[in-house]
C-alpha cells in the first residue's frame, strides 16, 4: 500500500495569515451569522465543518481559493489577512495578455494542483490526499469542485481519436474527485494491477462496466472489483 504523503509545516507567514483570519471570523461571525459549517459547505465545497476549522486554527495553509472563501463571507478584502495572497490575485488578475489572444480568467476562478499519475493513484488511501504544499504547479479553471480536485498530465495517446473527441498528449485534464461518475464520462480510475491511475471512458454495458480508450487501437478493460473510480474529468486544458 502506497504511504499517506506527508504533510507540509505551515511558515511563520502562514501562520500568522491563519490567526488574523481566525481574529477576524471570531469578531465578525456572530454579526454576520456565519459558521465554519456554513462557511465549509456552502463556501469551500467541502463535506464537514472540519475543513474550515482547518484553515482557521492553521492545520491548513490558507490558498488564493480559500482565502477567496473566506473573504467573500467575512465582507473584507483579503488583504485583510493575507497581503500574500492577496498580491498573488492582483498578479492573477492583472497578468499581461500573450500574442495569442486569451480569454479573461472569470471573476471568479480556483487553483488545483498539477499531481502525478502515482499520486492520483493513491488518492483514496492517503489521509489528506493533497495538502497545501504537496505540489509545486498549480493551474486556473472556472470550475468550482464538488470535492478535491486535481489536474492530470495526459500521456501517451490512448485517448488520441481519429474522429470525434480526442484528448491529446500533454494536454492538462481537471479530475474531480466527487463528481458522479456516469456511463460516457471520462473517469480516471486506478487498476489494482497498476500503481498508477488510468485515463478512459466509463462504459455500462448490461451492468458491467468497461474502461475504453478513445484510440480503437487500444484493449478496452474491464471495471469491476479491481478498479476503482478516482474522479471525472471536469474539464481539459490544450496549452498551445
Not at 465554519?36 to 474550515?52: D, F, P, T
Amino acid at each position: 500500500m502506497n504511504k499517506p504523503l506527508k504533510k507540509r509545516p505551515l511558515s511563520d507567514v502562514e501562520q500568522r495569515e491563519c490567526a488574523a483570519l481566525n481574529t477576524l471570523y471570531k469578531a465578525k461571525k456572530k454579526e454576520l451569522g456565519l459558521s465554519q459549517e456554513k462557511i465549509a459547505i456552502e463556501g469551500l465545497k467541502a463535506n464537514s465543518q472540519s475543513a474550515a476549522s482547518h484553515y482557521l486554527t492553521g492545520r491548513n495553509a490558507l490558498n488564493i481559493e480559500a482565502a477567496s472563501v473566506f473573504a467573500r463571507y467575512l465582507k473584507v478584502p483579503v488583504s485583510a489577512f493575507s497581503e500574500r495572497l492577496a498580491k498573488d490575485i492582483d498578479m492573477l488578475s492583472s497578468s499581461e495578455p500573450s500574442n495569442v489572444e486569451a480569454t479573461r480568467q472569470p471573476i471568479e476562478s480556483f487553483r488545483y494542483p498539477v499531481i502525478s499519475w502515482v499520486a492520483a493513484g493513491a488518492w483514496a488511501e492517503a489521509v489528506e490526499p493533497f495538502p497545501p504544499g504537496f505540489s509545486d504547479r498549480y493551474e486556473l479553471s472556472d470550475y468550482n469542485s464538488k470535492g478535491p480536485a486535481f489536474w492530470l498530465e495526459v500521456k501517451g495517446d490512448s485517448m488520441t481519436s481519429p474522429v470525434g473527441m480526442s484528448i491529446t498528449e500533454g494536454t492538462l485534464i481537471l479530475v474531480d474527485t466527487e463528481a458522479d461518475a456516469q456511463s460516457g464520462k471520462l473517469v480516471v480510475a486506478k487498476l489494482a494491477d497498476s500503481d498508477q491511475a488510468t485515463f478512459k471512458k466509463l462504459v455500462d454495458d448490461g451492468g458491467r462496466r468497461f474502461l475504453k480508450p478513445l484510440n480503437p487501437a487500444y484493449p478496452i478493460e474491464m471495471c469491476a472489483e479491481n478498479c476503482r473510480i478516482v474522479g471525472v474529468v471536469v474539464r481539459a486544458l490544450q496549452k498551445l
